[in-house]
């Protein structure tokens, strides 16, 4: 006879779309453990899309074992001129309890006008 152990708090779902969320993390405020690590799902993809709401980036997987969660950073253009503008990729994991991975993360540019699409290994941990 075999038996599941649920991923997430009782009477709340441990999938969105495609990704499982397992706890501390949940759907909904009142299934995560803080407002840090609240998912939501949005509607608007077909299957639904899990989103950080502290963060509001997309979440791609959640890995309590590895520490890791792995999230999509939309790309940030950059302006390519004689002006050499640097323009922040945007997002601060500051007052979160969240750090980015010094291991996971990779991000590679290439020339102007082209186009970065990093994911980011997020690790659980103060």
Not at 35 to 54: A, C, E, V, Y
Not at 106 to 124: E, H, R
Request: aromatic fraction near 12%; hydrophobic fraction near 40%.
């Amino acid at each position: 006879m075999a038996f599941t152990v649920p991923f997430s708090k009782p009477n709340c779902p441990d999938m969105c779309g495609n990704v499982i969320i397992p706890y501390p993390f949940g759907i909904g405020q009142e299934c995560s453990a803080n407002p840090s690590f609240t998912i939501d799902g949005r509607n608007f993809t077909n299957p639904k899309t899990p989103f950080l709401s502290s963060l509001d980036l997309q979440v791609l997987e959640v890995s309590l074992r590895r520490g890791i969660v792995i999230v999509n950073q939309p790309v940030s253009p950059m302006n390519c001129s004689t002006q050499q503008k640097e323009q922040s990729l945007g997002k601060s994991l500051f007052g979160t309890p969240f750090i980015f991975s010094r291991f996971y993360n990779v991000l590679i540019v290439l020339g102007c006008k082209n186009v970065v699409m990093p994911s980011w290994f997020m690790t659980i941990g103060s």
